[in-house]
T-cell receptor, first 114, second 112 residues
Framework: DVKVTQSSRYLVKRTGEKVFLECVQD?????MFWYRQDPGLGLRLIYFSYDVKMKEKGDIPEGYSVSREKKERFSLILESASTNQTSMYLC?????????????FGPGTRLTVT | SQKIEQNSEALNIQEGKTATLTCNYT??????LQWYRQDPGRGPVFLLL?????KEKRKERLKVTFDTTLKQSLFHITASQPADSATYLCALVMDSSYKLIFGSGTRLLVRP
């Protein structure tokens, strides 16, 4: 079974702090994704990576950056956390090739910025 | 503007009945459409993918239809069970893109 793990289930940070969210997958997937999920807005793509050290902006990259130094690990960084970044953050991964659209999600990190 | 719409009101049905959830979209031309299940406090889980040239797809008690003329997908769960209670998300996939575009989901409640 594919396993996608995220470093924390719940996180509380203060405004202005630098926040790191870590995601690890164990299925040798090439693609990794970071989403945020807010009530009524669905999942929105922040960034994705299709290879080590490669990244592309999603629909809402402002205020975020990412790092992918190893294939299995994809980090989301909030450079200076703000209250409007309070949300559920979900990491996902997928293969390239025929099954590339089937994404496997982690359990999510509920981040609260106070 | 581009939009994906799923009924924001919860669907409440009796165990054993068929649940039908709707996903409508405007100003997209997806190559594929997917359905995911999400339980509270968990990440979505992939259920089914249907291609634009497929009218219908089945997997056990699940059936998905895809009408590119109406720009609509229907998701059916037959012989529903309380364990089917969850939020169901549809997601569009554009051709040659890794990105998914998600609807906000519909919550299904199956009463025993």
């Amino acid at each position: 079974d594919v396993k996608v793990t995220q470093s924390s289930r719940y996180l509380v940070k203060r405004t202005g702090e630098k926040v790191f969210l870590e995601c690890v997958q164990d299925m040798d997937h090439e693609n990794m994704f970071w989403y945020r999920q807010d009530p009524g807005l669905g999942l929105r793509l922040i960034y994705f990576s299709y290879d080590v050290k490669m990244k592309e902006k999603g629909d809402i990259p402002e205020g975020y950056s990412v790092s992918r130094e190893k294939k299995e690990r994809f980090s989301l960084i909030l450079e200076s956390a703000s209250t409007n970044q309070t949300s559920m953050y979900l990491c996902a991964s997928s293969f390239t090739g025929g099954k590339r659209y089937e994404q496997y999600f982690g359990p999510g990190t509920r981040l609260t910025v106070t | 503007s581009q939009k994906i719409e799923q009924n924001s009101e919860a669907l409440n049905i009796q165990e054993g009945k068929t649940a039908t959830l709707t996903c409508n979209y405007t100003n997209y031309s997806p190559a594929y459409l997917q359905w995911y299940r999400q339980d509270p406090g968990r990440g979505p889980v992939f259920l089914l993918l249907i291609r634009e040239n497929e009218k219908e797809k089945r997997k056990e008690r699940l059936k998905v239809t895809f009408d590119t003329t109406l720009k609509q997908s229907l998701f059916h769960i037959t012989a529903s069970q309380p364990a089917d209670s969850a939020t169901y998300l549809c997601a569009l996939v554009m051709d040659s893109s890794y990105k998914l575009i998600f609807g906000s989901g519909t919550r299904l409640l199956v009463r025993p």
